[in-house]
C-alpha cells in the first residue's frame, strides 16, 4: 500500500543536476585512481601509462567503484536532505516467509542483477588484490582466480554485501521488507570474516592443510597477526550492528547519545590492555616488521605528534617541520664525531638528546619569532624554505656535515651507570622499540596535560578568536612562538633517535617531501587529537610497507606522494577535522564554516589594508 | 663582478614573472598558492614537448625568423598549459573549500597536496629522471659589456618578460577582466554586489598567473632541462621575490624578482660557493619579514596594480 501524498514521485525522479555532478566527478576520481595505479610512463613514450592504465580494461575496475561511491554519496546526500526516506511500516516476517513472498519478475530480476553485481564485485576485487598484480581483468586471469582458496573469501563477502544491496533496493523502492534478524546477520559477519581472515593471505595454498590450524606449526595461522586484525575487526563490526539494531526504539524516543560513557575502571582496563599490546605484540611479529615498528612508525609517531602541537594545537602551518628532524640528527652525529667538524667533546647518544631539543628549539624561536609577529601563512611558507636550505646546507656545506656523501658512523645508545651496563645493539629492533616507547609514552601525557592547561587554552582562545584572545591578554606571539618550538623540538628528538638507530646520515634522508608525509600523518588521523593522529600515524606508515611487501593494487613505493597529495586534497574537501577528530577542533571547523571565529591562527582572511 | 649581476638580472626576470602569479592570487583570495610550482613545471613540460615534436634532436634552426617563431609558439603553447593547471588546481583544490567557506589552513594544505599530487603525477607519466630540451636557437655570447656576458638567452629572456609582463600590467590596469581582479582583491562582497562574478573572476586571476608562471616554465626548460621537481626552487624564490615587492602588488612583483636575483647573485663573487645563492635568498626573505615586512613599493591589496 503507498502511503497517501499529494505526489507520490519514483525515487529517481527526484535526482537533480548536482547529483549528475556528484556522479561525474566520482567516475572521474575513479579514472583519476585507474592512472594513479597504472604502469609508468617515460618521456620517449609519454602516452604510455595513459594508454595502458585508461584504455585497457585495467580501468573496469576503478571505473567501477568510482560509480559505486557516487551512489553510496547520492544515496547519503538524498536521504541527508529527506527526498528519499527509508519506510519501515512493514509486520516483522521470517527469513523464508520474505524469500517465498518475492514473486513480481522485476524483484526476481532485482535479487538476480544485485547479486550477479555483487559477485562481479568480488571478483573484480578479489583480482586487483590477487598475486598477478599487472594485466588485469583478462579472462585468462580471471579465471585463474578460482584457483586461490581466497576468492572463495571474497565470495562469501560478496553474499554479505548482496545481502545488504538487496535490503536496501527493497528500502528504497518501499517493497516493505524488513532487514534481516539480527542473529542470521550476525553469524553471517563472524562466518564472513573468518573465512575472510582464513583466505585473504597471499600465501594461502599452504593455510588450508592442517598446518594451518597447529599452533605450534611455523607456518601456522596463529602465527599470523593478520587473522587476529581481521577477527578483531570483524568483531567490532559485528558487535557495532548488534548493539545499535537493539538500542533502535520503537516509539519516539530522544535520540541515545552516542559518546561512550568511560568509567575509571573501564579506562584502567584499556591502559592495561594497550599497554600488554604495546609490550607483547611485537615479540611475534618477523623481523622486518620489527625494524619498521622502530624506523617507520615508533619514529613518525613521534613526529607526528610534535607537528601535532604545531597543526593540531596552535593552528600553525609548518612544511618544513624535516629540518628541525635533520637538526637532531646532525647534532647527534657531530657529538659523536662523526661530522667532519670535530666537537669539542665526545657525548653519549643519551646526553644529546637535551642538546637536540635545545638547538631545535632556538631554530625555532628564530625563525618563528619574525615571522609568526606578521602573519601566520608566511610560516608556512618560509618554514619550506628553511627547510630546503637546511636540506642544501647538508648537502653540499662539505666541510662540515660531510656532504652527500654521508656522515661517519654514530655510536649508539648506552648506559653504564650505576653498576648497570647495557649497549643498544642495531642488529636487536626490539630494544630500540621499547626504548621508543619510553620516550613516546611520556611525551603523549606530556602533551596531552599541555593541551588542557593554561597553554592549550590559550592556544584554543588564539585559534578561535585571536583579537579576542590578545584583548584578553593572552600574549598571541608568545604562545605560536611556544608552539612552533615546541614541535620543533619533539622533531629534533626523533632526529636524534633516528641517527643513531641508522648509523649513518645521507642528506637525502632528509629530503623536504618528508614533512608533507608528516603533515598527512597528522592531518589523516584528525589534527588536535592526539589518539586520532597516533592511530593515523600507525596506520599511514603501516600501509605503505604492507603494500610494498605484498605488491596489493599494483602499488609502487614511487608513487607515495601521488596517494598523498591525493589524500590531503580530498580529506580538506571532505573531512577537513581527520577521521577521529577532537571534538574541539571539529567544532571550530564547523563553526568557522558557518562564519563564527576562525580554526587557525593564520590570521583572518579578509585583512585590513596596510596604509 | 658585472657578470654576476647580470647573470642575476635575467634570473630575476624569471622569478619576476613566477612572482605575479603568486601576488595576483595572493591580492584577491589572501592565499598563498603553494601550488603554482607546478604550474611552472607544467609549461616546461608542454615546451619540451612542443619543441620535442617540432624540432626534435635534429639541427637547430638557424634562421631567425623560425627561430622567433618556435619561441613565440612554444611561448603561448607553455603559457596555455599553465593556464589550464591553474584553473583545474583552482577548480578542484580550491573551489570546493570556498564553497564551504573552509578556514585558511584548510586552503594551503589542499594547495600543497595538490602540488605533491601534479608533481608526482608528471613523474610517474613521463619518466622521473631530467632531460635535457630541444633548443629552438644556438646559445652564445652576443655582446660583452664591461665583463659582463650577454647571451642570446638573456635577449631571448629579456624581450619575452618585458612584453609578457607589460601585458599583464595592462591586463590589469586597463581591461574590464583586470577591474573585476582589482574589485574582487579589494572587497570580494561588495564586488559581487556590483555585478562581478566573484567565482570567474577568481578562475581568470588563476589564469593569468597560470600563463605567466607557462611561460616562465618554457624558459626555465630551455635553459635548464626539464625534471618533475623543476617547479619547486624557481617557485619558492619567487615567492621571496613577491614578498620583497611588496606582495599583492603587481609591479613590485616585476621588480622584486629582478631585485633578488641581483642580491642573489652577486655575493658569488665574493663567496665562490653556487649553493650559497639559496641561504642567501632565504636569509633576504626573513630580514624582510623582520624590518619592512610590506615589501619594497608596499603591499597593495586591492588598489590599483
Given amino acids: ?611 | 663582478m658585472f657578470n654576476y649581476l647580470v647573470q642575476g638580472i635575467f634570473a630575476g626576470l624569471i622569478f619576476s614573472m613566477v612572482a605575479l602569479g603568486y601576488t595576483l592570487v595572493y591580492g584577491v583570495l589572501r592565499l598563498i598558492n603553494f601550488a603554482h610550482s607546478e604550474v611552472l613545471m607544467t609549461g616546461g613540460f608542454a615546451g619540451y614537448f612542443f619543441l620535442h615534436y617540432t624540432i626534435g634532436s635534429g639541427s637547430v634552426p638557424n634562421s631567425l625568423w623560425v627561430t622567433m617563431l618556435y619561441i613565440v609558439v612554444g611561448v603561448l603553447i607553455s603559457g596555455l598549459a599553465g593556464t589550464i593547471v591553474a584553473i583545474i588546481i583552482e577548480r578542484f583544490a580550491y573551489r570546493p573549500l570556498r564553497r564551504r567557506n573552509a578556514p585558511k589552513l584548510a586552503y594551503l594544505i589542499s594547495a600543497i597536496g595538490a602540488s605533491y599530487f601534479l608533481l608526482s603525477l608528471f613523474g610517474k607519466e613521463f619518466g622521473r629522471y631530467p632531460s635535457g630540451t630541444s633548443q629552438p636557437f644556438t646559445d652564445h655570447v652576443v655582446f660583452t659589456l664591461w665583463g659582463g656576458q650577454f647571451t642570446m638567452y638573456d635577449i631571448v629572456i629579456l624581450v619575452a618578460a618585458v612584453i609578457l609582463m607589460v601585458t599583464v600590467d595592462v591586463v590589469v590596469s586597463r581591461t574590464k577582466m583586470g577591474r573585476a581582479i582589482r574589485a574582487v582583491a579589494q572587497d570580494a562582497e561588495t564586488a559581487s554586489l556590483m555585478g562581478v562574478n566573484v567565482n570567474r573572476t577568481i578562475a581568470s586571476t588563476f589564469a593569468l598567473g597560470g600563463f605567466m608562471g607557462g611561460a616562465a616554465g618554457f624558459f626555465v626548460a630551455i635553459n635548464q632541462g626539464i625534471y618533475f621537481g623543476m617547479g619547486f626552487k624557481p617557485a619558492l624564490l619567487a615567492f621571496t621575490a613577491a614578498v620583497l615587492g611588496g606582495i599583492g602588488n603587481v609591479r613590485g612583483a616585476m621588480i622584486g624578482g629582478v631585485v633578488l636575483g641581483i642580491v642573489m647573485f652577486t655575493p658569488i663573487y665574493w663567496f665562490g660557493q653556487p649553493w650559497l645563492e639559496e641561504v642567501i635568498a632565504f636569509s633576504i626573505l626573513v630580514l624582510i619579514l623582520l624590518f619592512r615586512p610590506t615589501g619594497l613599493l608596499g603591499e597593495r591589496l586591492g588598489r590599483s596594480a
Fill in chain 1, 1 to 611: 500500500m503507498t502511503p497517501p501524498g499529494p505526489q507520490v514521485r519514483k525515487w529517481y525522479q527526484s535526482l537533480n543536476a548536482e547529483d549528475a555532478r556528484r556522479m561525474t566527478t566520482a567516475a572521474g576520481g575513479g579514472i583519476v585512481l585507474a592512472v594513479m595505479t597504472g604502469p609508468d610512463g617515460s618521456l620517449t613514450q609519454p602516452l604510455y601509462g595513459f594508454q595502458q592504465s585508461v584504455l585497457t580494461a585495467h580501468v573496469i575496475g576503478y571505473l567501477l567503484f568510482g560509480l559505486v561511491i557516487g551512489c553510496l554519496l547520492t544515496y547519503r546526500a538524498k536521504v541527508k536532505d529527506g527526498t528519499w526516506r527509508r519506510v519501515r511500516t512493514a509486520p516483522k516476517r521470517t527469513l523464508v516467509e520474505r524469500l517465498t513472498s518475492i514473486k513480481s519478475a522485476l524483484q526476481r530480476g532485482m535479487l538476480a542483477g544485485s547479486g550477479l553485481l555483487s559477485a562481479v564485485i568480488a571478483i573484480v576485487v578479489a583480482d586487483f588484490t590477487g598475486p598477478v598484480a599487472r594485466n588485469k581483468m583478462s579472462w585468462h586471469v580471471l579465471g585463474h582466480q578460482f584457483l586461490y582458496t581466497r576468492t572463495y573469501g571474497y565470495l562469501i563477502l560478496a553474499i554479505a554485501l548482496w545481502f545488504a544491496v538487496v535490503n536496501q533496493i527493497f528500502h528504497l523502492t518501499n517493497l516493505r521488507i524488513q532487514s534481516l534478524p539480527r542473529t542470521v546477520v550476525a553469524a553471517g559477519a563472524l562466518l564472513s570474516i573468518l573465512v575472510f581472515s582464513l583466505t585473504s593471505d597471499p600465501f594461502l595454498p599452504a593455510r588450508f592443510g592442517w598446518k594451518a590450524l597447529n599452533p605450534s606449526a611455523n607456518n601456522s595461522l596463529f602465527h599470523h597477526w593478520t587473522t587476529y586484525l581481521w577477527l578483531i575487526l570483524g568483531a567490532l563490526g559485528t558487535a557495532s550492528y548488534l548493539f545499535k539494531r537493539r538500542s533502535s526504539p520503537k516509539i519516539a524516543a530522544p535520540r541515545r547519545s552516542r559518546t561512550l560513557v568511560v568509567t575509571p575502571s573501564m579506562r584502567i582496563l584499556t591502559y592495561v590492555a594497550a599497554g600488554f599490546l604495546v609490550y607483547e605484540a611485537p615479540k611475534y611479529l618477523s623481523l622486518y616488521w620489527q625494524i619498521s615498528l622502530y624506523q617507520q612508525i615508533g619514529v613518525f609517531c613521534l613526529l607526528a605528534i610534535g607537528l601535532n602541537i604545531v597543526v593540531g594545537f596552535a593552528g600553525l602551518l609548518d612544511l618544513g617541520y624535516v629540518a628541525f628532524y635533520a637538526l637532531g640528527a646532525y647534532v647527534t652525529a657531530y657529538f659523536s664525531g662523526g661530522l667532519p667538524l670535530q666537537p669539542p667533546f665526545h657525548l653519549n647518544s643519551f646526553l644529546v638528546i637535551p642538546f637536540a631539543v635545545v638547538i631545535a628549539m632556538l631554530a625555532g624561536v628564530l625563525l618563528g619569532l619574525p615571522t609568526l609577529r606578521l602573519r601566520g601563512d608566511y610560516l608556512a611558507i618560509v618554514t619550506l624554505g628553511f627547510g630546503e636550505i637546511i636540506y642544501v646546507l647538508a648537502n653540499d656545506w662539505v666541510t662540515v656535515t660531510g656532504g652527500s656523501a654521508g656522515t661517519g658512523t654514530i655510536s649508539g645508545f648506552s648506559v653504564n651507570l650505576l653498576g648497570i651496563h647495557y649497549v643498544w645493539n642495531p642488529s636487536n629492533p626490539l630494544s630500540y622499540y621499547y626504548l621508543m616507547i619510553g620516550i613516546l609514552i611520556p611525551a603523549i601525557f606530556l602533551f596531552d596535560f599541555l593541551n588542557h592547561s593554561k597553554v592549550g587554552r590559550s592556544w584554543a582562545a588564539i585559534r578561535e578568536d585571536e583579537v579576542a584572545a590578545q584583548s584578553l591578554g593572552i600574549n598571541a606571539l608568545k604562545y605560536k612562538v611556544m608552539a612552533f618550538s615546541m614541535g620543533a623540538s619533539t622533531a629534533g628528538v626523533a632526529g636524534v633517535f633516528t641517527a643513531v638507530k641508522v648509523g649513518v646520515l645521507f642528506p637525502n634522508s632528509f629530503v623536504l617531501s618528508l614533512s608533507i608525509t608528516i603533515l598527512v600523518l597528522v592531518i589523516f588521523g584528525g589534527m588536535g587529537s592526539i589518539l586520532g593522529v597516533l592511530i593515523g600515524a600507525i596506520f599511514l606508515q603501516w600501509l605503505p610497507s604492507y603494500l610494498t611487501f605484498h605488491s596489493y593494487f599494483g602499488y609502487q613505493q614511487t608513487d607515495l606522494y601521488l596517494y598523498i597529495g591525493a589524500l590531503l586534497v580530498i580529506m580538506m574537501i571532505f573531512r577537513p577535522q581527520g577521521l577521529i577528530p577532537s571534538r574541539r577542533r571539529r567544532r571550530e571547523i564547523l563553526d568557522s564554516e558557518a562564519g563564527l571565529g576562525s580554526a587557525d591562527s593564520l590570521g583572518p582572511i579578509t585583512q585590513e589594508q596596510p596604509s
